[in-house]
């Protein structure tokens, strides 16, 4: 089961383009305008980790990383901010209130990739330790994996149950489901409100993962195998 992410911004281009790069890399990814509904998100679904900008409406990084870390079983959960606020003072007080990594706007994809692997896979581990090493056996990473699962539950495409045995994205399955449709990927990305380009990135990630060799193959592939409705 995929790792769930929740991204965080009032930037409407940031949680599009940060969240179509986390499902690209085989992450699920909730979205939130502001902080408040972040800290209504985070409570519903226990997300793996956090991805926030501080300047959002209603309730900023900085109260939301605070109000996460006043709950007991969110007290490893990593975050990660992203803003255009980076002087050291700034950086200071992110520390402070418990975040884990820094990153100044503008920032690179990949360079927030590579630092929420690391933080993935050190929170993966301590849990793990934590886990086996409790005598009651029932850890809160215990609790916080049985609802993150809950929420992949509620947020997996309409399609038959045979499709999650591909590992289907929630984007993929959108693309998918407008690929069967005939639209063009201008039109597909109209749709979804993606650029052509990253719309195709999409469907290669279909076509690998079909091992089908065309948009034809991948559509016929996709009806016999009950991928779509």
């Not at 109000?67 to 520390?95: H, K, M, N």
């Not at 503008?106 to 090493?133: D, H, K, T």
């Not at 290669?204 to 065309?214: I, M």
Request: negative net charge.
């Amino acid at each position: 089961m995929p790792l769930l992410i929740l991204v965080a911004d009032d930037n409407l281009g940031t949680r599009l383009s940060v969240s179509d790069y986390l499902e690209m890399s085989g992450y699920s990814v909730v979205t939130a305008e502001d902080g408040q509904k972040a800290l209504s998100l985070i409570d519903t679904y226990h997300p793996h980790l956090i991805v926030t900008d501080i300047n959002m409406p209603r309730m900023d990084g900085y109260e939301l990383v605070r109000a996460v870390r006043q709950r007991p079983v969110f007290r490893l959960l990593p975050v990660v901010f992203l803003t255009e606020r980076s002087t050291t003072e700034e950086r200071i007080r992110g520390y402070q209130l418990g975040c884990d990594m820094y990153l100044p706007k503008p920032f690179e994809m990949q360079e927030l990739g590579a630092v929420i692997r690391n933080l993935l896979e050190r929170s993966q581990m301590i849990q793990s330790e934590w886990r086996f090493s409790s005598p009651e056996g029932n850890a809160p990473a215990e609790k916080s994996a049985a609802t993150s699962k809950n929420s992949h539950e509620l947020h997996k495409p309409s399609a038959s149950p045979i499709a999650e045995d591909f590992h289907l994205t929630k984007r993929e399955q959108q693309v998918l489901d407008f690929l069967t449709t005939g639209l063009s990927n201008p039109e597909i990305g109209n749709q979804l409100h993606l650029s052509p380009r990253t719309v195709e990135k999409y469907v290669s990630s279909l076509l690998r993962k079909t091992q089908t060799n065309n948009r034809a193959e991948l559509v016929r592939f996709a009806m016999e195998n009950r991928l779509v409705n």
